[in-house]
């Protein structure tokens, strides 16, 4: 079938006037595409912050340019549908832009602290002043207890302020912008440049003095021994360990404290630092150093303990590498360690694995260190007893369930026997997620498979259905709550439910965002999730697409997300703060006084705004066209309205004289689904039966109330293939419906407006609360007051938004001029029942009937039920 070739045009005012229409529709349609576009790029950036996929700084900043174009896009298409109010999105976005970019361009700057921080004042929340290693040293000696030497934390804010003080920063910036990353020679350049720089500058006198004061504390609290210093800069021993990249002094001595952390801070530009750093895409100047300055060990021996196997994290071993003397000589591979597995729960050893540890680094009297030959009856010695394995472990275990993660423990024992903890930091750990153990669930029943994972996880609990927010209100804890869509309000009872399914939807919806930031285990695209019985306690697989009848707790727990290494990570810390400046979505319903463009805080805060603003501009602009009749073609149908069909997705120039149309010439898959319904239905002339008494009075109004002859008012459908708008004026009703029916659900919704009626107020209300019950059975959400209708549902795939046209073209012809017969509230009762019958609608709260089984075929002329 083809297209209306035969509309006309009146002139060419009118021909302007459609040509608008069109252009504006283009707009609508791009401003939609670029809307899934921006969505699709925040749930894979969502997915990525949950910690199961390795990804680097440059796809932070490719995600966010995508975003950022798609957004300025959707702006930009806002402002042509609907002009100068719109504009103020520009002023939000450049403002959220900006903190975006400052995100990027790390531009986190170096707090303002003191110098110099002893270890008993410092804990892992001060990191962003002494970097990790120093805050994790405070955290186990204060919060832990645990036997940390004594000693302080050299700022960096005294970094900065060294740096500030010899005019070094933009020298250091050209320096680094000049090296060539694959040459090593050049590499080597610039850190010789670099550290000559840093080498002839002198420490500030206000720094080097809290330094010596800081020293001569130490030194009164722990007695005069030798300190090391160590490099402790921002972000080390995260993600980017930097491991083996900066500086680390043994046995210093007190005339040499400023020369030393001299040379600490120009370790941060060694040649394969510059390289880590770059290459990692990591900006050097927000890389601060902070130094730790600690009382010196003289370690009889010194190792490393893992709280976990790295390779086996689900084993019961603690790990242990020990070496004679002082630790240098494992972490640089000098030597190969003793290896002991170590039980968490008893502390005995399981297995020893002794080495030939010929040599031994040890301190020299004057300052520094020196090696020494192992004796040869000692070379094949454990470096550790028993008792300091068994230590180790219960530190480790400590520490690991204070930081609820896998812990990397440098230690070392004096030649008194006392442990002594030196370092720690997150251990990573080779641990795929699709391999843990899942219960035998063979021989549980499968309630329904398939779906999309938009959160992944597994809960189990009593069905709950709701259809819409009106349902919300009695979703019990733990509920599994089964919703036709992802509607916005499901947001309230996010905390209260332990998995939800829709039966339409995907990862980019707004609820998909939501739901993964609530990390509720989620599953949409269920087509058969009605289905399921209300009551029933069933188990949702998402991570498998699965639901299970009945409850298994094993399945739930083997499914729960791990906390991962990669949370806290200097990567993944970026990505979150990135996320909370354009994926946090704070403007949930339109209905809303905050839903506003200046209340827009987030980049998909600007998308949700205007996606809703821009269905509602192509609304009212698409009713409002002038002179539809003349731009249009009559629609031919035994249905006794005037119907003028005006199409803006077919160039108006090829138009002919023809002034009428056939309801078979109808290629608008919106239009034909709700025609179909209108002539399902037919047009009703007579009041429908009613059982019982008292009401044939009321009946009798209604019947002559109702004429056959054709409304003298003219109706329009302004159309495209996927696109509706049909003003209906029926007597004194006026209905609305806008729909858009396309292939991708995130772009389908339908709305319906309605007004006015015959009737005294008091039956025009109850007209419309009963139209709002069977269309809250259908997912509708409402915003309508009294007597107006203001109803919309989105997110449907294709097939159900047009069963659902087809059902509101029922509606449509059921409840016109409904409102002479509701004298009353009892009356008004009977007419909702008996339609909900009718149509083959449950009510609001239970599962819907067989309106839309997804075995029916759709069939635009015929009953779906």
């Not at 950036?45 to 340019?65: C, P, T, W």
């Not at 186990?140 to 036997?147: A, D, E, F, I």
């Not at 030649?415 to 641990?431: A, I, K, M, W, Y």
């Not at 293939?721 to 009703?733: A, P």
Request: aromatic letters at 6%; charged letters at 25%.
């Amino acid at each position: 079938m083809r297209w209306f070739r035969h509309a006309f045009l009146a002139g060419r005012s009118d021909a302007e006037g459609l040509s608008a229409l069109q252009e504006r529709f283009a707009n609508f349609l791009a401003l939609l595409e670029r809307n899934n576009q921006v969505l699709a790029v925040i749930a894979d950036m969502e997915e990525k912050s949950q910690g199961e996929h390795l990804f680097d700084a440059n796809y932070i900043r490719a995600s966010v340019a995508d975003m950022r174009a798609g957004v300025i896009e959707i702006i930009d298409r806002m402002i042509a549908l609907g002009g100068d109010p719109y504009r103020p999105l520009r002023d939000r976005f450049a403002a959220i832009d900006q903190d975006v970019e400052a995100l990027l361009e790390g531009k986190r700057p170096i707090p303002a602290d003191d110098y110099t921080i002893p270890f008993d004042q410092l804990g892992r929340d001060r990191a962003g002043s002494v970097g990790g290693k120093n805050a994790q040293l405070g955290e186990m000696k204060v919060r832990l207890g645990l036997p940390v030497p004594d000693g302080f934390a050299i700022t960096a804010w005294a970094y900065k302020r060294f740096i500030d003080a010899n005019d070094l920063q933009a020298r250091i910036t050209a320096c680094i912008h000049s090296v060539d990353v694959k040459r090593f020679d050049d590499l080597q350049r610039v850190s010789d440049e670099i550290r000559a720089m840093i080498a002839e500058s002198l420490v500030p006198a206000d720094v080097a003095l809290a330094v010596q004061g800081s020293y001569s504390d130490l030194v009164e609290r722990a007695g005069p021994r030798s300190v090391s210093l160590r490099s402790s800069a921002l972000g080390e021993d995260t993600l980017f360990s930097f491991a083996g990249q900066y500086g680390s002094f043994l046995n210093v001595r007190a005339g040499d404290l400023l020369d030393v952390y001299r040379a600490v801070l120009a370790s941060k530009f060694t040649p394969q630092a510059i390289y880590y750093f770059l290459s990692h895409d990591l900006s050097e100047s927000e890389l601060g150093m902070s130094v730790s300055c600690v009382s010196m060990v003289d370690a009889a021996a010194s190792g490393v303990v893992y709280s976990r196997d790295p390779v086996r994290p689900d084993g019961d071993d603690v790990i242990v590498s020990a070496i004679p003397g002082l630790g240098k000589y494992l972490v640089d591979g000098t030597l190969t360690p003793d290896l002991f597995r170590v039980s968490r729960t008893t502390g005995a050893v399981r297995q020893a694995s002794l080495a030939v540890k010929p040599v031994r680094l040890v301190l020299r009297p004057d300052g520094g260190t020196r090696e020494e030959p192992v004796p040869p009856d000692e070379q094949r010695r454990a470096s550790v007893g028993e008792g300091v394995l068994e230590q180790l472990a219960r530190h480790a275990v400590a520490i690991e369930a204070h930081y609820r993660r896998p812990q990397d423990i440098e230690w070392a024992v004096d030649h008194d026997g006392r442990l002594f903890l030196l370092q720690t930091r997150p251990l990573r750990v080779v641990r795929a997620r699709t391999a843990a153990v899942l219960p035998d669930v063979a021989a549980c029943e499968v309630v329904t498979r398939g779906g999309i994972t938009v959160s992944p996880g597994a809960g189990t609990g009593v069905v709950h259905h709701a259809r819409s927010t009106e349902d919300l209100a009695g979703v019990p804890f733990g509920a599994v709550l089964v919703t036709p869509t992802p509607f916005p309000g499901l947001i309230a009872v996010m905390d209260r439910v332990s998995a939800l399914l829709t039966e339409v939807g995907g990862v980019a919806s707004h609820m998909a965002t939501l739901a993964r930031e609530c990390r509720i285990p989620t599953l949409a695209g269920v087509g058969d999730a009605s289905a399921i019985s209300a009551g029933e306690v069933v188990t949702v697989d998402a991570t498998g697409a699965v639901v299970y009848k009945g409850a298994i707790p094993a399945l739930v727990e083997a499914r729960r997300p791990e906390s991962e290494l990669f949370e806290d990570t200097v990567i993944f810390n970026l990505l979150d703060r990135v996320l909370e400046r354009v994926a946090s979505l704070n403007l949930l319903h339109p209905s809303d006084p905050d839903f506003t463009a200046e209340r827009c805080q987030t980049f998909h805060d600007l998308t949700r705004f205007a996606h809703q603003r821009a269905m509602e501009e192509m609304f009212s602009k698409a009713k409002t066209l002038e002179h539809k009749e003349r731009l249009g073609v009559k629609l031919e149908s035994e249905i006794p309205l005037d119907v003028y069909i005006l199409c803006i997705d077919r160039d108006a120039s090829a138009a002919t004289g023809r002034r009428t149309v056939s309801e078979d010439e109808i290629i608008s898959e919106p239009m034909k689904a709700f025609w179909a319904g209108v002539k399902q239905e037919g047009w009703v002339s007579q009041a429908l039966p009613a059982n019982g008494g008292g009401l044939m009075s009321v009946l009798a109004t209604h019947l002559s109330s109702t004429q056959q002859d054709t409304f003298s008012e003219s109706s329009f459908a302004i159309l495209s293939r996927e696109y509706m708008v049909l003003s209906l004026r029926m007597g004194y009703h006026f209905t609305t419906i806008e729909a858009l029916c396309t292939p991708e659900s995130s772009k389908n919704y339908i709305r319906v407006q309605h007004k006015g009626g015959g009737a005294s107020l008091d039956r025009r209300v109850r007209r419309v609360a009963l139209i709002m019950n069977l269309l809250s059975r259908l997912g509708f959400e409402h915003r309508g007051k009294g007597d107006f209708l203001d109803s919309a549902v989105s997110y449907l795939d294709a097939r159900t938004s047009l069963e659902t046209l087809t059902l509101l073209g029922r509606i449509t012809m059921l409840t016109k001029q409904l409102d002479m017969a509701l004298s009353n509230d009892r009356i008004a009762q009977w007419y909702q029942q008996d339609f909900a019958k009718k149509l083959g609608l449950a009510s609001p709260s239970g599962a819907t009937a067989s309106a839309r089984t997804a075995s029916q075929p759709y069939e635009p002329s015929g009953p779906f039920f």
